[in-house]
């Protein structure tokens, strides 16, 4: 096991992968770009535990700040707007910027 | 099924009194009692666990009884007592910002193993909170949850377009107020911790949580001093 991947302020992407059965990563932050905020903790992981398998060894989650407009490019209201959502690490993939 | 149920017009009282009922042969319908909803899977899987405790003497009755009535205890009044607190306190509000859980529990709150993270209004930053997968709430520091906050229309639209939600709930922020949206999807937990309103300089603690209501605390609403 290495150590946290990531680092506040860094910019990510939620993979777009849809795989089957239970996972804890909304539909609508899949392929968009936002920043990391902080680590939450580590847990185990909801695909396995979904399963009534244990889940371990536990995974970081990241709470990932999203641009509004990066979610929905549609989006009516500031420009500052967000939304912050947290995200276990295996969903997330280093990228070189992030609105 | 013979009977006259549904042949005859059922607003017609001849003679009685609607309010009682004494109108005629026929009643009127009930409101339907809990066991005439499905019994669904989850229902029969918390009886059947709950019947196996019971049954190898894990638990007592009472036991299991009273531990239903703690957590149905639980209700915004706690959150609220956090917030007066922090607004009267910087220090406290420095520790309820870092860890919720332990700062409830220096008010004798249990606000149970799951983390809760406070997030702060700020002037010029609004916090909502919803969980878009599911319902999390901390319910252990607010109790349960309003059926709204667990609905289709909530979850899917607050994410989608804030503003429009929050003027529903009739609070209309201006442009320049930005709106931050917390998603709780993973072992996570979210309070807000509303503005402290103005005209309530020199208010007691216990005076000030009864401005905090439950909609403060899931960032729909935000408290006011009532009009002097």
Known sequence: MSGPRFRPGQPVRVKALYPPGHCRTPFYTRGKRGRILDMVDVEPDPQERAYGRPGLPPVPVWRVVFAQRELWPDYRGSDQDRVVVGIFEPWLEPVEEAP | ?228
């Open chain 2, 1 to 228: 099924m013979t009977t006259h149920d549904h042949e005859h017009d059922h607003h017609h009282h001849d003679g009685g009194d609607p309010g009682r009922g004494e109108g005629g042969p026929h009643r009127h319908p009930f409101q339907p009692d809990l066991e005439d909803g499905p019994y669904s899977w989850h229902m029969a899987l918390t009886d059947a666990v709950a019947d196996l405790l019971l049954a190898k003497g894990l638990i007592g009755a009472d036991e299991l009884r009273r531990t239903l009535e703690e957590i149905d205890a639980k209700n915004p009044a706690l959150g609220a007592r956090l917030v007066a607190r922090a607004w009267v306190d910087p220090a406290f509000k420095a520790r309820l910002l870092a860890d919720v859980n332990a700062a409830a529990a220096e008010l004798g709150i249990d606000a149970g193993g799951i983390p809760i993270r406070a997030v702060e209004c700020r002037p010029g930053e609004h916090h909502i909170v919803v969980c878009t997968l599911c319902s999390c709430y901390p319910r252990l520091l607010l109790g349960a949850a309003p059926d709204w906050y667990k609905a289709r229309a909530y979850r899917s639209r607050v994410v989608r377009e804030p503003r429009a939600v929050l003027a529903e709930f009739g609070l209309n922020l201006p442009e320049e107020v930005r709106v931050i949206v917390h998603d709780s999807t993973a072992e996570l937990r979210f309070m807000v911790l509303p503005e402290r309103p103005a005209g309530t300089e020199g208010w007691e603690e216990d005076r000030l949580a009864t401005l905090v209501t439950r909609d403060c605390l899931i960032g729909v609403a935000r408290p006011r001093a009532p009009l002097a």
